[in-house]
């Protein structure tokens, strides 16, 4: 069926003009040209085939409309905490817990800073955890305060009592993969999104033998493979809301047809032309994320469904429910999931929300969140808000203390401990401290 007509001149030699037709789909289509004698040492053709160029949806290229701002102030928030994390991370490995500033500038990436910006600025901002100084050659060194101590051990005491449910997460990913096992350093990229430790690969994998273990193939990869099937965790986190099921209930993995929550942008209003559409997304059929997926086509609407499934299983095991998609993509194969994760995201705006805050997109679940806060927090959570408390700085930029004043300042503070009672704060004063609000306003300027 001819899809459209096309009049174009032919410009070979004196030809006339000459009418084009266009049949096919919009993805392959074949032009016929009108027949017509050549002459010796011409190219005569019949058909052309032509490629067209599909419309790609970009997170960029979304309207306003699907914009929420409110988690968009979410993604900044947490991106600060997970910088300032990484370098007390950085730090709390080296022996003496301090670190030359010109070592950490080849950690610019996973910071995120971009040149021409500096590190030692980027370390000032947070007084109250970190500190500079200079030694006797002059070379700046960077250290944590002790508050920043404090901090790092309280948050090392929580991983620890969130060991077991971390551990329960990674089963329950293991137990929804293909092969029933998973590479180490795959894993490794949902590290600070489950609360794992930061020697989970050499220490915390072997806590649990009864779980899974650790096994090495031909090509040398270490993998992550489960050992015992649990089924009372083979009960998405969708079933025990929507149908109050727990882990004592007996349950087998296999069809489902549950609604997803869904929370729309405030401003877009497109639901409801769509409403017939949703309504019968949430009434289709698909397969529990914990059986067996493979037997799906590729394409299909219950093979969508299920991927729709699968992640939305993935971010609720997630400390603030959300992932950057980076990570996701690197689980297409092990989870039964299309290859185009996007654009099941971006189509489905009101399960999932893409951030496009910085290089790197971030997808929450949206009925987690009320505003830019999460609506259920962990222990982990809260630190991880205590310690934003801890960073910002609003004040002169202060001179950055030699190694002689150091020593200097440490004589006094010993020689005033013992005659009085309260201990002198060396770090900056309430005033000093940024506010999370303060982080949204400017954002809102931006």
């Known amino acids: ?191 600070r999104d489950f609360g794992l430790p930061l020697d989970f690969r050499v220490n915390w994998v072997n806590k649990f033998p009864e779980l899974f273990k650790v096994v090495k193939v031909e090509d040398g990869e270490e993998y992550l493979e489960l050992v015992s099937w649990n089924p009372a965790w083979a009960i998405t986190e969708l079933e025990k809301k929507t149908l109050g099921l727990t882990e004592e209930s007996h349950h087998t993995p296999g069809l489902l047809s549950l609604a997803f929550p869904m929370n729309f942008p405030p401003s877009y209003k497109k639901m409801y032309r769509y409403r017939g559409k949703i309504e019968h997304f949430q009434k289709r059929t698909y397969l529990s994320p914990y059986a067996d997926g493979r037997g799906l086509e590729a394409g299909s609407k219950e093979f969508d469904k299920r991927a729709i499934a699968v992640m939305h299983e993935l971010l609720s095991f997630t400390l603030e429910r959300r992932l950057v998609t980076d990570h996701l993509t690197h689980f297409r194969r092990e989870f039964v999931m299309p290859q185009k994760l996007m654009r099941i995201f971006l189509k489905h705006c009101g399960i999932f929300y893409v951030s496009e805050r910085g290089k790197r997109f971030s997808v929450f679940l949206t009925e987690a969140y009320e505003g830019p806060e999460l609506i259920e927090k962990c222990p982990l959570i809260l630190w991880k808000e205590k310690l934003l408390r801890f960073t910002g700085y609003r004040g002169r930029k202060r001179d950055i203390q030699t190694y002689s004043d150091t020593l200097e300042m440490e004589e006094k503070e010993l020689l005033y401990s013992s005659s009085s009672g309260d201990d002198d704060d060396m770090m900056s004063d309430d005033d000093d401290e940024m506010d999370i609000g303060e982080v949204n306003d400017a954002y809102e300027k931006n």
């Open 1 to 191: 069926i001819a899809v459209q007509v096309f009049k174009a001149e032919v410009l070979m030699g004196s030809l006339p003009r000459r009418t084009l037709r266009f049949y096919g789909n919009a993805h392959k289509v074949f032009a016929i040209m009108p027949e017509r004698s050549f002459l010796s040492g011409e190219c005569p053709f019949g058909r052309v085939w032509v490629r067209l160029m599909t419309s790609s949806k970009r997170v960029q290229d979304r309207s306003r409309e699907k914009r929420v701002r409110e988690l968009e102030v979410a993604t900044e928030k947490w991106k600060i905490a997970n910088k300032v994390m990484f370098l007390m991370e950085l730090l709390k490995s080296e022996p003496e817990m301090i670190m030359k500033v010109r070592l950490l500038e080849q950690y610019r990436r996973q910071i995120n800073l971009p040149k021409p910006h500096k590190i030692s600025d980027f370390i000032r901002k947070s007084p109250k955890l970190f500190e500079l100084y200079k030694d006797e050659r002059g070379v700046l060194w960077c250290g944590m305060t002790k508050e920043g101590e404090e901090l790092l051990e309280e948050h090392d005491g929580l991983v620890e009592e969130n060991g077991d449910k971390a551990a329960e997460h990674v089963t329950r990913c293991l137990m929804m993969s293909v092969d029933k096992k998973l590479r180490l350093d795959k894993i490794a990229h949902f590290r």
